[in-house]
Structure formats: structure tokens, C-alpha cells
């Protein structure tokens, strides 16, 4: 998967006011990319000090905030991000419903979920019967988008 695919292809246009939220920034390389090509404030969210600390140094100049928390819980105000990004996070949280629900809470009206994971991620999703497309990418990943309309 090339970064610049995911930098011009899986992030929606047009996204509300309200930061970016990378769940599970790991090394901040993703982080980096949403900060770019979005121009929002970044809200880098992982549960390892060590993560945080290299995402911070990829991040010198583009505007953030980190929260040391778990991506099911994170304490973020109710309807106020753009953006929920969560990449190969899905597959590694046992309870995907508090996690799918915890990232909806924190979407403004408009706001988008943007999950890259492993193809079988895709099964959980179309059991929830959500409205999301999706497109397929090498190595049996896929990229999916849900739109909060509600």
C-alpha cells in the first residue's frame, strides 16, 4: 500500500470543521499524511508512551495533540472531530462495537470513519448493516469510509 494512495484516495473531501483523530498512531507515519492532507488539528491517540513519542517526532510543525488513552475510551467531547482515522486498529481490539461506537460519539454531523484493516474487518462491518463503501487494496487490505448522518 503507497502512502500516497492513502494520502489522495481514502480521506473524503469536504469534512466539517473539528480535528482528526488517528486511532492507534503507533509510529506516526499515517499521523504525519491526516495532518497534511486534511489541515486540521490532529488528535494522535495511542495507549503506548512509545508510540506517542514517535509520532511527536514526526509531527514537528503540524499542529496536535496526543492522548495517552485507549482507542475505546477517549475521552474526546462528544461531536466534535471531522475525522476518525483507524488503521489496522479494528483487527487488534477484541470488542469492535464499543470501538465503532466510541469513534461515532466523537464525529460531528458529516464527519467520516476511515478504516484501513485486514479484508476480514469487512465481515464485522456488513454485519452492522451501516451504510460504508469500501475499496480493496493489495495485500488483502481494505479501506472503508462510514459517513455519520445522523
Avoid at 8 to 30: E, Q, S, Y
Avoid at 109 to 115: N, R, S, T, Y
Wanted: glycine share 8%; aromatic share 6%.
Amino acid at each position: 500500500m503507497e502512502k500516497g494512495d492513502f494520502s489522495k484516495n481514502w480521506i473524503p473531501k469536504g469534512l466539517p470543521d473539528g480535528p482528526v483523530v488517528d486511532l492507534g498512531c503507533g509510529d506516526g507515519a499515517n499521523s504525519r499524511l491526516l495532518a497534511t492532507h486534511t489541515n486540521k488539528n490532529l488528535i494522535c491517540v495511542d495507549k503506548r508512551q512509545g508510540a506517542l513519542d514517535a509520532t511527536r517526532e514526526k509531527m514537528r510543525g503540524v499542529k496536535h495533540t496526543f492522548l495517552l488513552n485507549d482507542v475505546c475510551s477517549l475521552g474526546i467531547q462528544d461531536e466534535t472531530c471531522s475525522l476518525v482515522f483507524a488503521s489496522r486498529i479494528f483487527s487488534n481490539i477484541e470488542n469492535k462495537e464499543l470501538l465503532l461506537r466510541e469513534s461515532l460519539r466523537v464525529l460531528k454531523k458529516g464527519g467520516c470513519l476511515v478504516i484501513v484493516d485486514w479484508e476480514k474487518c469487512l465481515n464485522f462491518f456488513k454485519k452492522t448493516k451501516l451504510p460504508f463503501s469500501y475499496t480493496e487494496s493489495p495485500r488483502n487490505m481494505i479501506a472503508m469510509v462510514l459517513k455519520k448522518s445522523i
